[in-house]
């Protein structure tokens, strides 16, 4: 059998003093697609921050595949105001996915711009090139950012809300995109507050209170307890840390 993608043992977080992940336990194969849901302070921004190993464990571990390198995973954000109104050509964003991979080169090269273009033309928007990035439509410009993402990896994609603040067919182009993505050999993990959908497109589910609540099957996920409350949208009765 394969080792996982990432293996993530018993990992905890604080901020000065403030527990944000307690006890998370998982493992990501190949392939996979992992979805991270939980209410807002749950710890999925946290669980992110360590996957782009940003910061460390201060106790627990998180291992990757030998592999996988720390730039060779493409993250695509949740959009701020600022972001969304960057002043550069469709075609700059794109290309600044392969920054990461550039080290000490002061250009991009030619496999860089071919990478971008490949990418652009991948999620449709190669006619969109030369469009300033901040005139485009909230689907279009995720369209830009997932190209972006890919051009830093063939491996594993970090998803934070993709389809926050579309509209209903943009929602389901994109979902639609990550999915021939993953179909192609990416791995996917994604945080979303869209679980109702969502959970038709993950192949696993990992649902946070500070603690793990509940990490298993799309499916398995459906029929427990605590996903059929969070998917009828009562998650937030009671009181939770």
């Not at 994604?190 to 959970?199: G, L, R």
Request: hydrophobic share 40%; proline share 3%.
């Amino acid at each position: 059998m394969a080792e996982p993608l990432i293996r993530c043992r018993d990992v905890s977080f604080a901020y000065d003093g403030v527990i944000a992940l307690r006890g998370v336990s998982f493992d990501v194969n190949a392939g996979d697609s992992l979805c991270v849901v939980g209410e807002n302070g749950s710890g999925k921004s946290t669980l992110m921050t360590l996957l782009l190993r940003l910061k460390s464990p201060q106790s627990g571990s998180i291992e990757f595949d030998g592999a996988l390198r720390a730039d060779e995973v493409g993250y695509l954000p949740q959009q701020t105001a600022a972001q969304k109104d960057f002043p550069a050509s469709v075609r700059e964003v794109v290309l600044s996915g392969r920054l990461s991979s550039r080290q000490w080169q002061p250009f991009y090269t030619r496999a860089d711009r071919a990478m971008a273009e490949r990418n652009m033309d991948r999620l449709g928007i190669l006619d969109l090139a030369n469009r300033c990035y901040r005139e485009l439509s909230g689907g279009q410009q995720q369209r830009a950012l997932l190209a972006r993402a890919l051009c830093a990896t063939k491996t594993l994609l970090l998803l934070d809300e993709p389809v926050a603040g579309l509209d209903p067919l943009a929602t389901s182009d994109l979902y639609e995109l990550i999915d021939s993505i993953r179909a192609d050999g990416v791995t996917i993990i994604m945080v979303s507050h869209d679980v109702q959908s969502v959970i038709k497109h993950a192949t696993s589910i990992l649902h946070l209170r500070v603690e793990p609540l509940f990490f298993g099957g799309a499916d398995e996920y459906a029929a427990s307890a605590i996903g059929s409350r969070f998917l009828a949208g009562k998650e937030g009765e009671g009181h939770y840390a």
